[in-house]
């Protein structure tokens, strides 16, 4: 009722939101229509519900016992965060030019077009700063960087992928790239001394993805951002053994709770990807600043 109570929503939106199952979801909005106190709208497949007109309590003695239930809600200000999130989707054209690209690119040939070419289009406007790659594993994403940042540090557990990425930036001429070894959740690198800070697939196998996020804060600088590239949460249990997995994905909720509650500032989550083929997994890009 307190998200209802200025804007309409779907089951689905709701179900983002609350991080609920559907089933349960549907059955207390059932509950509530009954008591006269929602309404709802088909809309196609959609299902909308909103406040009831003319219900069984008039509205400003109904918002004012919701108001002093919610402050009694530790979690109202994460569901109104999430909210504000979920009604910001809403008004992403850009998401809709995502998910009609999503799939698609690279099935018609294009002379020239490739994610190579528009990875190192986008590198030049990388200015020299300071970069932690966290979880980089053999750092093909480091190795980009390195060409126009100023300094990259590329953090893994495996010695042997440090070992590894080290040899291939001595090979390739990388002055400004250094392999350390160490944890998502403490890597080697000093307080406030980096200007950007990424996971990149690399959040899902932190032991505790909170931590990490924290951590990532602490090497920033004032004003630096976070990237952090994930898949979006899934189902698909064999992860855990074919790669490794310790986090089947995120939602995009989750991610914004986690950067939030992290203290970072300005965060936003999108849905960027979708693989066309089982178990269709999507991607999702979360940014904040500190």
């Not at 709802?40 to 007109?53: C, E, F, H, L, Q």
């Not at 809600?73 to 569901?79: F, G, H, K, T, V």
């Not at 189902?235 to 995120?250: C, I, K, P, T, V």
Request: one cysteine or more; charged letters at 25%; a neutral charge.
């Amino acid at each position: 009722m307190h998200l209802l109570q200025t804007e309409e929503l779907s089951v689905a939106e709701i179900q983002e939101i609350l991080g609920m199952g559907q089933s349960r979801i549907s059955t207390h909005l059932a509950q509530l229509k009954r008591a006269g106190l929602v309404q709802d709208r088909r809309v196609g497949k959609n299902i909308y519900y909103s406040w009831a007109t003319g219900g069984p309590i008039g509205q400003p003695e109904l918002r004012s016992l919701i108001g002093l239930a919610t402050r009694e809600m530790p979690e109202a200000n994460s569901d109104r965060s999430a909210l504000n999130h979920v009604l910001a989707k809403r008004r992403d054209r850009a998401r809709e030019y995502f998910d009609k690209l999503a799939g698609k690119f690279g099935r018609s040939y294009c002379p020239g077009r490739s994610w190579q070419g528009l990875a190192h289009l986008l590198l030049t406007l990388v200015p020299p700063i300071d970069v932690a790659d966290l979880g980089a594993g053999e750092g093909m994403l480091s190795q980009l960087l390195a060409r126009r940042a100023r300094k990259v540090i590329a953090v893994d557990n495996s010695e042997r992928m440090v070992e590894v990425g080290t040899q291939l930036a001595k090979d390739h001429g990388f002055t400004n790239l250094e392999y350390r070894l160490g944890d998502l959740e403490n890597p080697p690198i000093g307080e406030s001394s980096i200007d950007l800070a990424i996971f990149s697939q690399a959040l899902h196998h932190a032991n505790s993805p909170q931590k990490a996020l924290v951590t990532a804060r602490r090497v920033l600088r004032s004003g630096g951002r976070l990237v952090v590239v994930d898949l979006l949460a899934h189902s698909f249990e064999q992860a855990r053994e074919l790669y490794a997995d310790l986090w089947l994905g995120f939602s995009e909720v989750e991610l914004l709770h986690l950067l939030e509650q992290a203290e970072f500032q300005n965060v936003e989550v999108q849905i960027v990807s979708r693989e066309p083929v089982s178990p269709y997994f999507q991607t999702v890009l979360a940014t904040g600043v500190k």
